[in-house]
């Protein structure tokens, strides 16, 4: 029954065995996007966030098991303090709107980052909404915030360091997997499909370790601007290409991807 929804809900021109399992979003553009328009920043932010609402809805009824959002990087907390203020209210507006909807469409919700650098009251309301969230079993909403992948990086060397250093572990053990149990995305399956708005070419510290054989997708469109018909392009295009995953020899892809455990 599930299976024949997803394929309903899909554009025609999507098929729902070669969708990614994994999409990862850098959300860019908003500033500019406001200021095209002689608009303050928050103007930007304020839309992007309605973006941010439509591709969530839409990444779940098309079937895609996670999606991960770069909302709020590490750099970010140099901007202005009104501006960081305004996201800040902008994710508590969001998680609290939208709590209900997210329940009913059995989407969980998981964060990435240093969070204990998030004023209180978020920190709470991403609690409360994660355990508001924690028996739901579908989608998986993965929202970066206050995260960069150097840090991430950089705090899993501290803990695996930590647990050498206790004799807890043998250095000549270590390998990708018990690195990867030490870092904040641990037990999300790396990103198949990266999308980048607003022109720019670069990952900009996201997802650095995870995104290593991710297909990158870049659009002109601003944050706010990327709409329905321009992520089923995106989705269209992910579709059409051949993973190798750095093989020489040509695989089903559906041996290559990795499974979503749930």
Same mark, same amino acid.
Request: with cysteine; hydrophobic share 35%; charged share 30%.
């Given at each position: 029954?599930?299976? =024949?929804?997803?394929?309903?809900?899909?554009?025609?021109?999507?098929?729902? =065995?070669?969708?990614? +399992?994994?999409? #990862?979003?850098?959300?860019?553009?908003?500033?500019?996007?406001?200021?095209?328009?002689?608009?303050?920043?928050?103007?930007?932010?304020?839309?992007?966030?309605?973006?941010?609402?439509?591709?969530?809805?839409?990444?779940?009824?098309?079937?895609?098991?996670?999606?991960?959002?770069?909302?709020?990087?590490?750099? +970010?907390?140099?901007?202005?303090?009104? *501006?960081?203020?305004?996201?800040?209210?902008?994710? +508590?507006?969001?998680?609290?709107?939208?709590?209900? *909807?997210?329940?009913?469409?059995?989407?969980?919700?998981?964060?990435?980052?240093?969070? =204990?650098?998030?004023? #209180?009251?978020?920190?709470?309301?991403?609690?409360?909404?994660?355990?508001?969230?924690?028996?739901?079993?579908?989608?998986?909403?993965?929202? #970066?915030?206050?995260?960069?992948?150097?840090?991430?990086?950089?705090? #899993?060397?501290?803990?695996? %360091?930590?647990?050498?250093?206790?004799? *807890?572990? +043998?250095?000549?053990?270590?390998?990708?997997?018990?690195?990867?149990?030490?870092?904040?995305?641990?037990?999300?399956?790396?990103?198949?499909?990266?999308?980048?708005?607003?022109?720019?070419?670069?990952?900009?510290?996201?997802?650095?370790?995870? %995104?290593?054989? %991710?297909?990158?997708?870049?659009?002109?469109? %601003?944050?706010?601007?990327?709409?329905?018909?321009?992520?089923?392009?995106?989705?269209? *295009?992910?579709?059409?290409?051949?993973?190798?995953?750095?093989?020489?020899?040509?695989?089903? =892809?559906?041996?290559?991807?990795?499974?979503?455990?749930?």
């Amino acid at each position: 029954m599930e299976s =024949e929804y997803i394929q309903n809900s899909l554009p025609g021109i999507l098929r729902k =065995e070669k969708l990614p +399992n994994h999409v #990862a979003i850098i959300m860019d553009g908003n500033g500019r996007w406001a200021k095209q328009r002689n608009r303050p920043r928050v103007f930007g932010h304020r839309h992007g966030l309605e973006t941010m609402r439509n591709i969530v809805k839409k990444s779940d009824q098309f079937g895609i098991k996670v999606l991960t959002v770069y909302g709020f990087s590490e750099e +970010n907390w140099g901007r202005p303090q009104y *501006e960081v203020s305004v996201l800040m209210s902008l994710m +508590n507006t969001y998680l609290l709107r939208e709590r209900q *909807e997210l329940l009913e469409r059995n989407v969980q919700l998981r964060v990435l980052g240093r969070i =204990e650098r998030l004023p #209180a009251k978020t920190q709470r309301i991403l609690a409360e909404t994660q355990e508001f969230l924690s028996q739901n079993t579908g989608m998986v909403l993965n929202v #970066a915030i206050s995260y960069g992948a150097r840090t991430e990086i950089l705090d #899993a060397c501290r803990k695996v %360091a930590e647990c050498v250093k206790n004799g *807890e572990l +043998n250095p000549e053990d270590i390998d990708s997997d018990i690195f990867e149990e030490a870092m904040h995305s641990w037990r999300i399956p790396d990103p198949d499909l990266l999308i980048r708005t607003s022109g720019e070419l670069r990952i900009s510290n996201f997802l650095l370790w995870q %995104a290593a054989y %991710a297909e990158l997708y870049f659009t002109q469109k %601003a944050w706010p601007d990327f709409d329905t018909a321009e992520y089923v392009l995106a989705l269209e *295009e992910y579709q059409n290409r051949q993973r190798r995953f750095g093989l020489l020899v040509d695989e089903p =892809e559906k041996k290559l991807q990795s499974e979503f455990p749930c």
